[in-house]
């Protein structure tokens, strides 16, 4: 999975505030009467869209008004929000919105680690068991394409961590 810093920012604000909506009018609503958490979100997502000026502009009269005017100053460029969320001159609270999409990109890689690993376990079992790929298949009612490019070559994205875990967990209670 490719997760763009924008993109996850949307599904970030988003999840935050409970709205299905990219309007920043709305999300500023939210952030202002019932999700104070989303604020930081709610600013770097607009800076990306080049509208970080704009949402501070219509947060006035609320409890962001100064905040927003601030860091509108700072998110003025959307090519350069990236690189001053990671600098020590970014208040902690709008780095924690960086590091939040970091741990979100790298949390893929290292699910897919685990999945590499429970699929050497569930080949070692299936052999000593003389397990076949077909029976597991039918047995849980996967697809075998799926399966195959999974246990046969390896193929960590055929896979969810859950169905690997089914998986191994059936060919080492198989007899």
Do not use: H
């Not at 958490?37 to 008004?65: C, H, N, P, R």
């Not at 741990?103 to 890689?109: E, P, T, V």
């Not at 298949?137 to 994205?157: Q, R």
């Amino acid at each position: 999975m490719n997760l763009t810093f924008k993109g996850f920012l949307r599904w970030y604000c988003r999840e935050l505030t409970g709205l299905e909506t990219d309007n920043l009018r709305k999300l500023r609503d939210s952030v202002a009467t019932s999700m104070p958490a989303a604020a930081e979100a709610l600013m770097v997502f607009a800076a990306v869209q080049d509208k970080a000026g704009y949402l501070a502009t219509i947060s006035q009269g609320t409890w962001m008004e100064s905040g927003y005017a601030q860091m509108a100053e700072q998110l003025r460029d959307p090519e350069e929000v990236s690189f001053y969320l990671q600098s020590p001159e970014a208040p902690p609270r709008y780095r924690a919105v960086w590091n939040a999409y970091i741990a979100k990109r790298y949390a893929i890689a290292g699910e897919r680690r685990i999945i590499a690993g429970m699929r050497e376990k569930t080949l070692q079992a299936m052999e000593g068991r003389n397990v076949t790929v077909y029976r597991l298949c039918k047995d849980l009612g996967l697809n075998k394409g799926n399966i195959y490019a999974f246990l046969g070559k390896g193929d960590d994205t055929k896979v969810s961590q859950g169905t690997a875990r089914r998986i191994l967990e059936y060919a080492c209670k198989a007899s």
